[in-house]
């Protein structure tokens, strides 16, 4: 008695294996747009941070120490200190 699988088993197991492989291929697929759906979302994040700390920025501009505009701060800084 010969163990040979017939035309129609095969396909039938073919069938069987491919159909959770193609799910599988399709959840890999969701996940990679979820990932860079993210990476997107964390780069406008960066984005924006850097915005806030630019306009931040603009009109605080530091002064080295000694010069004469960090020199008028400090007092401006005492005056206002003394007022309140």
Same mark, same amino acid.
Do not use: C, H, W, Y
């Given at each position: 008695?010969?163990?040979?699988?017939?035309?129609?088993?095969?396909?039938?197991?073919?069938?069987?294996?491919?159909?959770?492989?193609?799910?599988?291929?399709?959840? *890999?697929?969701?996940?990679? !747009? +979820? &990932? #860079? %759906?993210? *990476?997107?979302?964390?780069? !406008? +994040? &960066? #984005? %924006?941070? *850097?915005?806030?700390?630019?306009?931040?920025?603009?009109?605080?501009?530091?002064?080295?120490?000694?010069?004469?505009?960090?020199?008028?701060?400090?007092?401006?800084?005492?005056?206002?200190?003394?007022?309140?």
């Amino acid at each position: 008695m010969q163990r040979t699988i017939s035309r129609r088993a095969f396909v039938i197991t073919l069938g069987m294996l491919s159909a959770p492989l193609a799910v599988i291929a399709q959840d *890999k697929d969701k996940n990679k !747009e +979820k &990932k #860079e %759906e993210k *990476k997107k979302e964390a780069e !406008e +994040k &960066k #984005e %924006e941070a *850097k915005d806030k700390i630019d306009d931040a920025t603009d009109g605080n501009a530091v002064d080295g120490p000694g010069t004469d505009r960090s020199q008028d701060r400090r007092q401006d800084r005492r005056r206002d200190a003394v007022k309140k």
